[in-house]
């Protein structure tokens, strides 16, 4: 399981790495050294993957990540697909701790 400490000590390697967390939910950290936060998920037979967003003073904490990855994983258990939520927030971020209480 990632901490912040953990993602904070992430560097940038030659080709993309993916470091897990739970859930499903992972952290990619890119060569440019962006760290994201996505969720992988099945839904009717197909694996499909959610940016969450990036981390960082300007992204996602770890925290609201995992809020966001449950809020996902919630719509997921219901055969909805966590995209839709998207379209509710007409473009804004769509998964805002905010927007997930």
Partial sequence: MLTDMAIKRMKPKDKLYKVADRDGMYVSVATTGQITFRYDYRLNGRRETLTIGRYG?????????????????????????????????????????????
Avoid: H, K, M, Y
């Avoid at 966001?68 to 927030?89: D, F, K």
């Fill in 57 to 101: 003073a300007d992204g996602f904490t770890l925290a609201e990540a995992r809020e966001c990855c449950i809020a996902a994983r919630r719509q997921v258990a219901e055969g909805l697909p966590p995209r839709t939520r998207n379209s509710e927030t007409n473009g804004a971020r769509p998964w805002s701790a905010a927007s997930v209480r």
